[in-house]
Every structure is written in C-alpha cells, then in structure tokens.
C-alpha cells in the first residue's frame, strides 16, 4: 500500500481537491483514486465522504444490534420466565396445534406449511364446503388426489422467535431444531417466556392450550407403539389418532359391558387411589379378555379408550428384539392414567423351568408353588430364540415392588387354558371377560348397525346417491346408549354399615368359606368387586365359594363370575 501521498498531503492546503478518506481508499483500493478522481470532475462528488457515511452507518447498525442482543440477553437472563417443550411429550403437538390457529401465524410473514400432519382419521373435513366433496371424475370414481387438494396445509411458525399476546399478556413463541446423532429426524423443542420472574402465566397459557385440545380431540384416542429404534431402543411413539368407538358397536352383551364400565369408572377415580393407599392395596387394576378370534375383544379396549378418554398403549410381547429391560422402561414411561394392551398373550412363549422344551404356549403340567409374600418360585426365562422376556420377569413388571400404578392393563387372549396361573391369579387379573361367537341377540345388533344410516350425515354428501335416514335409528342407538348408563349407574352406590353390624357381618363372611382354600389375593379380589355393597358381597359369597373350588377341582383357569 502506498501511504506516501497520506504523508505530503496538506490538510489545510485548498488546492486539495481529494478528502482525508479519498486518500484513505486509495491506498487501500488500488485504482480508487483515479475513479474517485473521475467521479469528482464529472459530479463534484467526493465519493470518499459518500462511503465514510455507509461505514458509519453499517457500524452504528451492527453495534445497535449488538447492544440490543446483549440487552436483550440479560433482560432474558434476569426479568424473564421461561418452560422447554420436548417434540417427543404430547404437550409439543398440543400446543403446535393452539399455535396454529392464532391470529399470530395468520399475520405472520415467516410460516412453515405442513400437510404430513393430516392422517386418515384427522382430514379437517369441517374446513371443507360442501363443493369441496366433489371427488369423482368424470366417470364416477373416486380421486383420491382431487379429494386431498382439496384439504388445506396446517400453517405453524417457522424455526425462530416470534411473538403473541394472550389475555392481555405479551408472551414470546421460540421454535428450535437441534441434531440428532442417533436418528435421521432433527429434535425440536419449543421454548414459551413471559415478562416477570415467576412461570404461573405459561402455567396458565399451557392448561388452556390443554383444556382446548380436549375440546378438539374428546371424540378420538390416540394409539401408541414402541417400535425398535436404530441406535437399539425403544421409546413410546403415537402411531395413529382414530375416532373413539361408540360402545354400543361392541358386540357383548349389555351387563358384562356395564359391569366392565362400572369398575373402570370406580377405579379410575380420583378418589379410589386414597381408598387404596389407606388399605394397603397396590393401586392396579388388571382385566383379561378371551375368547375365539374376532369376537371383539380389542374392539372392546379401544371402546373403553373412548368412555373415559384414555390413550392406548400396545405391546406385542412377541416383538424381535424386545427384552425385558425394554419392557421395564416402556411401563416406566407410561403416563398416570392410560390403558396397557397386552395382546395374545398366550402366543408370547412364556414357560416355567417344569415345563419341557417345545411347550411353549401349551397347557403347562404342573403349576409352580407360590410364596407367601405372591413372588413365584421356579420361573425361568424361555427357551424361544426370538423373545427375550421370561415369565417372572412379566410379573415383576405387572405388578413387582417398581411396577407402575394407576394404569389400566388388558391382556387379551385366544387359548385361556394355555395362560399359567400365576399369570391371570388374582390380584394380577382382577375380572375375566368371555368373549363367546355370535349370540343371536348379537346377530341382530350388528345387521341393525350394519344398516342404519344415523351416522351418514356426514358420508352422504359424498357419495353419487345418497339414502335418506330412517327417523328412528337414532332414537334406537340413543336408547342403547340410555340403558347402558342406566346400568352402569344401579350399583353406583355407598352401602355404609354400623361398625357393630360390620363386625357380624365379617363373621358370616368368614363362617362362608372353607380355612386354607382360598388365597388372600382371592378373597380381596371377590370384595373389591363389590367394594361399595358390603351386603351383596355376603350375599354372594356362597355362590362365589362354589364356583371356585368347582373350577379348582375341574381344572379351569378361568371364570366368569357376572352378578
């Protein structure tokens, strides 16, 4: 660089036609001086003050921001509350939903479109017209392609920060991507803050976005899997969202399915897990559905998903791969209040160490004996080379020491009699439900719901001929749906008893049954399920008694008690 013209230069000469950063250019630019010079005796513009001016700007600009940024920081850092959303908790979705109707994503100028969202039970048909369900071509069939364009992108707030307020106060919506090592897909995490040192705004925001996603989403229930991941482990993922089954499409007859009701509903109340905890009762309740194939077993479980609006949880204990530790970690991870779907349970292998190899899934020959504490002895880990899980170790997850409670566990099979016994005693299993081939009673409610047409309000529009509803089908549903409530709600009762009295009932109850007969698990599982009607429950008894050593004599690992 030449900075000799920088040193003859006389700054207070006049006959200077070029500034003090003219020269400054020049001799960092080579060739500025001669087009400076250019520029000037066309123009008389000195271009060095022209961009002495865009340096001062970009300086001030770039040091504004910094100053804001750091302001900003600490202001975050100091008079600021924040709360982290992970995109694998359920509240990410919730709130990415609540997010995309808000008046922010519809002025927003940087929004993300998203279409993957919409699955086969979620279409957004109520954003449709009814011009919109013009789907066939011209010859009369269906266009799946015409029928999706037709359905709008959801719009959320793309990866940054953005702003909105809620009831009259200013929140900030973050939405950040970070790399996974151990998967293809990105996490993502949201971040909502508010003015003020305390988190009880968010708090509130977060209920109401929980509170709107009930109303939005009270008619469908949500699946979960846990498919094999491939770093090796398994975590809990929603594989589908469908719409609640209506009880009444179960094909069982009316009292078992009011009975089933009427426990769940007992047991799923707040209220119940204290009277459990004050007993010295683990808080669990387990249900064993068999049957033949087809006759509605897991329909069953997800009708009773749709009742009390719970998500399902599905395990197949004969996925590759999944070992016992998996298992344990999936029911730790379960949420307070869900449905746990054990489907065939007799397919998975499981055997005692007594039973020969090769019999697997058979009858086993002699049960082992059980311990005093319910802990099982001679239970070993089966010999099937593609399921890792043994049959002690199920039952320490079902219901060990750090088993999880509060959960509603179904266990569904085809073969009752191939089950072991320690599997389905009580305390593990506490009500059996048989699921029998079509009655004739049942023949007859499906044909009627086959054909009734109160549901196609919202089919017919669709479709090249439409078939009026009869005016009666719906009153016929509405009268199903009546007495099964009605049901449910007979025995939703408090029978409270005299202390004087309750001790001479207990005496009758005892003098009923035969000493070293019957398990403890037994007897408190009979009075759990009439926990709130102490005199049905010795009114019973002896029915009770009979059917058991009955079927302890016979052989028989189920029965169905249904009073």
Not at 29 to 58: A, E, K, M, T, W
Not at 342 to 348: C, R, Y
Not at 538 to 548: F, M, Q, T
């Amino acid at each position: 660089m030449d900075f000799s013209r920088i040193l003859s230069m006389d700054l207070n000469s006049s006959n200077s036609t070029l500034s003090l950063p003219s020269i400054l250019m020049d001799a960092l630019v080579p060739g500025y001086g001669n087009i400076s010079q250019l520029i000037y005796r066309l123009c008389g513009i000195d271009v060095g003050y022209v961009v002495s001016g865009c340096l001062v700007l970009f300086g001030l600009f770039h040091g504004g921001q910094f100053l804001y940024n750091q302001s900003f920081d600490y202001i975050a850092s100091y008079f600021t509350s924040s709360i982290y959303i992970e995109d694998n908790d359920n509240l990410y979705s919730q709130v990415m939903k609540w997010v995309a109707e808000q008046r922010m994503t519809k002025v927003s100028r940087d929004l993300k479109a998203v279409s993957k969202w919409v699955n086969n039970y979620q279409d957004d048909e109520d954003e449709l017209d009814d011009d919109d369900f013009d789907v066939l071509d011209e010859k009369g069939i269906f266009n799946f392609e015409k029928w999706a364009g037709n359905i709008p992108p959801r719009y959320e707030p793309n990866y940054g920060s953005d702003r909105f307020y809620h009831d009259g106060r200013y929140f900030q919506f973050s939405r950040e991507k970070k790399e996974n090592k151990w998967s293809s897909d990105d996490d993502e995490s949201l971040v909502i803050r508010c003015f003020g040192r305390s988190t009880q705004p968010i708090k509130d925001l977060l209920n109401h976005v929980k509170r709107w996603t009930l109303n939005k989403e009270n008619k469908m229930t949500s699946v979960y899997r846990a498919p094999a991941e491939s770093h090796g482990g398994r975590m809990w993922n929603r594989q589908s969202c469908r719409p609640s089954r209506p009880m009444h499409t179960v094909s069982l007859e009316q009292q078992q399915k009011a009975k089933i009701v009427r426990d769940i509903n007992e047991y799923l109340h707040p209220v119940t897990a204290r009277w459990y905890a004050s007993r010295g009762i683990p808080y669990r309740r387990g249900y064993l559905f068999h049957g033949p194939p087809g006759t509605g077993k897991t329909s069953l479980s997800f009708a009773l998903a749709g009742i009390f609006g719970l998500p399902v949880y599905c395990i197949s204990l004969n996925e590759v791969g999944l070992t016992e530790s998996d298992l344990g970690t999936l029911f730790s991870q379960l949420p307070r209040r869900c449905i746990v779907l054990l489907e065939d349970i007799d397919s998975a292998g499981l055997r005692r160490d007594d039973m020969p190899t090769g019999m697997e899934g058979t009858d086993p020959i002699s049960p082992a004996s059980e311990t005093a504490d319910g802990s099982e002895d001679g239970l070993t880990k089966i010999s099937k080379t593609d399921v890792l899980i043994s049959l002690s170790g199920l039952l320490n997850i079902i219901d060990g020491a750090a088993s999880h409670e509060g959960r509603v566990l179904i266990m569904t099979t085809n073969c009752p009699e191939n089950l072991d016994p320690a599997l389905i005693r009580p305390g593990r299993v506490d009500l059996q439900v048989l699921f029998t081939l079509a009655t004739r009673e049942q023949i007859r409610d499906i044909f009627t719901r086959m054909y009734s047409t109160e549901f196609d309000a919202g089919e017919v529009r669709s479709r090249a001929s439409s078939t009026k509803p009869t005016p009666n089908s719906s009153k016929t549903t509405n009268r199903q749906n009546d007495d099964l409530l009605a049901l449910v709600r007979a025995e939703s009762r408090l029978d409270t008893i005299e202390p004087e009295k309750l001790v001479e009932m207990a005496q009758q109850f005892a003098d009923q049954l035969p000493e070293a007969r019957f398990s403890p698990a037994e007897i408190q599982g009979y009075l759990l399920m009439r926990k709130q009607d102490p005199t049905k429950a010795l009114a019973e008894v002896g029915k009770w008694r009979d059917e058991i050593l009955e079927s302890k004599r016979s052989g028989k690992k189920v029965v169905n008690v249904f009073n």
